[in-house]
C-alpha cells in the first residue's frame, strides 16, 4: 500500500493540472485570452482558486503549459533512443511517434492561442529555451568530446526547426486543428529535422 499511495497521489496531481489546462484552453477559445479570470478558470475546471495557484501561477502560465508538455515528452522519447544512434536520427524517429493528436492538438491550439499575446509567447519562449538546454545536455551525454559551439549551435538548430515548422503550419492553417491539420504539422516537424539532418541541402 505504501508503495500504491504516491503513484496515485501523483496521477490524481496529474489529472487536476490536465483539467486546468483543458479549461483554460477552451476558456480561451471561447472567449479569447482576458476574457475570463482565474476564478472563472478554476470554476470550469473544478478547482479551488488556491488550488489553481498551487500549480500555476497565471492564466497565462496555464494556456502556455502544453508547449512545455510537448517538450518535455518529446525529449523523454530523444532521451530514451539508443545511445549509439546519431542525434538527428533520433529527433526523427520521435517526431514520427508522435501520432497522438491528444499530445500535439494541445500544443498546437497553445501556440495558436499565443499570437499577439505575449505573456503566453514568453512563456512559451521560456519552454523552447528550457528544451534547447536539455537537449544540450542530451548531446554532451551522448557524446562527451564535442566542443560548446558544436552542442550549443546544435542544440539551438533543433530548436529553431521546431519553431519554424509552428510558424509554416500556422501560416499554412491558421487556426485548424483537424487531424488532417494536425497531420500536416508533424509532417512539417519532421521535414524541418530532414533538412537540418542534410545540412540543408538545395532541394
Request: glycine letters at 8%.
Amino acid at each position: 500500500m505504501t508503495t500504491e499511495t504516491p503513484s496515485r497521489r501523483e496521477q490524481n496531481k496529474a489529472a487536476t493540472r490536465e483539467s486546468i489546462i483543458g479549461a483554460g484552453l477552451s476558456l480561451a477559445t471561447a472567449r479569447g485570452l482576458g476574457g475570463f479570470t482565474v476564478e472563472e478558470l478554476a470554476d470550469a475546471a473544478g478547482v479551488s482558486r488556491r488550488t489553481f495557484f498551487n500549480y500555476f501561477s497565471s492564466v497565462e502560465e496555464a494556456i502556455a503549459a502544453p508547449t512545455f508538455g510537448f517538450l518535455d515528452t518529446a525529449l523523454g522519447k530523444l532521451t530514451s533512443r539508443p545511445a549509439d544512434e546519431a542525434l538527428l536520427d533520433s529527433a526523427l524517429h520521435v517526431l514520427t511517434g508522435l501520432a497522438d493528436n491528444d499530445l500535439i492538438a494541445p500544443m498546437a491550439q497553445s501556440f495558436l492561442l499565443a499570437v499577439g499575446h505575449d505573456p503566453v509567447t514568453r512563456y512559451q519562449l521560456q519552454a523552447f529555451d528550457e528544451c534547447g538546454e536539455k537537449i544540450a545536455a542530451a548531446i554532451r551525454a551522448r557524446e562527451p568530446a564535442l566542443g560548446d559551439l558544436y552542442v550549443a549551435a546544435l542544440s539551438a538548430s533543433v530548436v529553431a526547426c521546431g519553431k519554424s515548422a509552428l510558424e509554416v503550419w500556422l501560416a499554412e492553417r491558421s487556426g485548424d486543428l483537424s487531424p488532417s491539420s494536425l497531420a500536416r504539422l508533424r509532417t512539417l516537424l519532421r521535414e524541418a529535422i530532414t533538412h537540418l539532418r542534410a545540412g540543408f541541402a538545395m532541394p
